[in-house]
């Protein structure tokens, strides 16, 4: 099988097929989770709008996969207490009875039942909460996560059952024999080879760069994807003080916003803005960046303002489109798998919760498809990669059992234990362990994807490229010019995280 896509879908079918024993090719374009999947709102949840649109199975099947994943990944999946503030006499009752279903639908799989508190209780858990007409909360359980730690891990799981998974290698062309697909042709960007990869079934999990990839194959064929755009902002931890996330149950546009304890800050999110076409670095918008703003401040005191926001960050919603669904955040998170005439297998739409129940529904399809022997798919007690023993506290957390390595590998050298910045906890070791062991290649592959610097303060991050860049050419022997290179190219990138005014 070769994978088209190196985000969540596609890392969870490489994993799933190589732990079934088919041999594997996985290729994307630029870094593991360039696009959609290192982009979220850092929630594993079961979807408490689809359960007030009456999408009952897909909450329940979200539900159950949250809880695998707290199984499989406890040092990167981690339950979170959402806190529901309630301002009018009638909300108790009205969110109570819908939360109640979710602990239902949850069953074994449960993180915590959800409850009720008291205006006191409320305040305990959200130090800032606008106590104005403030009543009391619900409270009710979901998951926080990293979202490319998950995937750098689930990439490596996959690795170490024999998958071959490469960034920077995009498909150009597919590989014809008579009316069907027979593998695809990549380049490596480093090198600048081009390569013919010969293949049973092509799996096409391009996120938001599905119908991208479709038409390579058939230049005429229609658009499946809706886009919609989301973005996110960071501030500092005293916006929202604790372990609690805050959640503002409907707004103006129809969706949910969260207020989110994420790596000592606040992460804030998220909006819905239909979009045109797609890129690999959408860009916020200042009407988007204004809403969410306003929003908070209804919620918070004191309330951050532009100033106050360290980072902000857009991603892309890749969903399924939908005749007469109207707005895009009424379209729902369910996926779906098309084969086209030619072969082709396309997996579309879904959310980070549900990647492993996709990727199984996904390999079932395309070994169908090709005609490969049936294998029974395993992934629902798999062990992601550090998952499998203690975890050490603090930032090296997300490393679950591989913490100790790491340790070892800073502890080797003096400067290793250095920090990159003060603002951050990331040291000069981690730099290192990402370019020899998490395929990291730039410098905004590590303090993007590999750290999360750029997403959590991105004044820091520049101040770091320095670092990370001559720790870097150390590590994959590279020149100085390089590093300029990769200086300049970052800090460009890094402007776009940054709300000027």
């Keep these: 099988m070769v994978i088209i896509g190196g985000g969540a879908t596609g890392a969870g079918i490489a994993l799933d097929a190589a732990a079934r024993g088919y041999q594997v090719a996985l290729f994307e374009q630029h870094d593991f989770g360039k696009g959609t999947s290192s982009r979220s709102t850092k929630l594993i949840h079961g979807g408490v709008r689809y359960l007030e649109q009456g999408n009952i199975t897909l909450v329940r099947d979200a539900l159950r996969e949250r809880g695998r994943l707290h199984k499989n990944v406890p040092h ?22 819908g939360l109640k279903a979710y602990d239902l639908l949850a069953g074994r799989w449960g993180l915590g039942k959800s409850r009720r508190l008291s205006k006191a209780k409320t305040v305990e858990l959200l130090p800032t909460i606008q106590r104005k007409n403030l009543h009391g909360a619900v409270c009710y359980y979901d998951a926080g996560f990293d979202d490319t ?17 490469l960034n920077y290698t995009p498909v150009e062309n597919f590989i014809q024999q008579g009316d069907g697909i027979a593998g695809v042709v990549v380049k490596d960007r480093e090198s600048g080879e081009t390569v013919e ?45 604790g372990d609690s996330a805050l959640i503002v149950p409907k707004t103006s546009d129809g969706r949910i916003i ?20 797609v890129s690999l670095e959408p860009k916020p918008r200042q009407d988007e960046i204004n809403f969410l703003l306003k929003t908070v401040a209804e919620y918070l005191e ?41 072969g082709l297998v396309t997996i579309l739409g879904g959310k980070w919760t549900t990647y492993r129940k996709m990727a199984e529904d996904c390999v079932n399809r395309a070994a169908e498809s090709a005609n490969l022997p049936s294998q029974a798919c395993t992934t629902t007690e798999q062990p992601i990669l550090g998952g499998t023993g203690p975890a050490l506290d603090g930032p090296l ?13 800073i502890e080797s050298r003096p400067e290793y234990a250095e920090l990159l910045d003060d603002a951050l906890p990331y040291q000069a070791g981690q730099v290192v362990w990402a370019a020899r062991y998490e395929s990291a290649r730039t410098v ?11 997403f ?43 709300i000027t005014t």
């Excluded at 990167?76 to 009875?97: D, G, I």
């Excluded at 730690?149 to 998974?165: M, Y």
């Excluded at 905004?444 to 750029?454: F, G, Y």
């Design 197 to 241: 990869v010969s293949a049973k079934v092509v799996i096409n999990a391009a996120g938001p760069f599905s119908d991208r990839v479709r038409q390579l194959s058939d230049p005429q064929a229609k658009p499946y994807l809706a886009a919609s755009q989301g973005i996110h902002l960071v501030v500092d931890q005293k916006f929202l003080p």
């Design 76 to 97: 990167l999946v981690y339950p979170l207490p959402t806190v529901l503030p309630l301002y009018r006499w009638w909300e108790s009752a009205y969110y109570s009875l």
């Design 444 to 454: 905004e592959d590590v303090l993007a994807r590999r750290l999360r610097a750029l």
């Design 456 to 498: 959590l303060n991105s004044r820091a991050a520049v101040r770091s490229a320095p670092r990370v860049a001559k720790l870097l050419a150390e590590e994959l022997d590279r020149d100085q010019a390089w590093q300029d290179q990769q200086i300049m190219d970052f800090t460009a990138l890094a402007e776009q995280y940054l």
């Design 302 to 342: 004191p309330a951050p303002t532009t100033k106050d926001v360290l980072s902000v960050f857009a991603g892309i919603r890749p969903l399924v489109r939908q005749d007469g669904a109207g707005k895009t955040s009424k379209l729902g998170r369910d996926h779906s798998i098309h084969v086209s005439p030619q």
């Design 258 to 277: 969260f207020a989110i304890p994420w790596h000592n800050h606040v992460l804030i999110g998220t909006t819905d803005t239909p979009l045109v076409s």
């Design 149 to 165: 730690r998950l995937l750098v891990s689930i990439v490596q799981t996959a690795t170490n059952l024999g998958a071959v998974c």
């Design 397 to 409: 957390q997300v490393y679950g059992s591989l913490g100790p390595d790491v340790v070892k590998l």
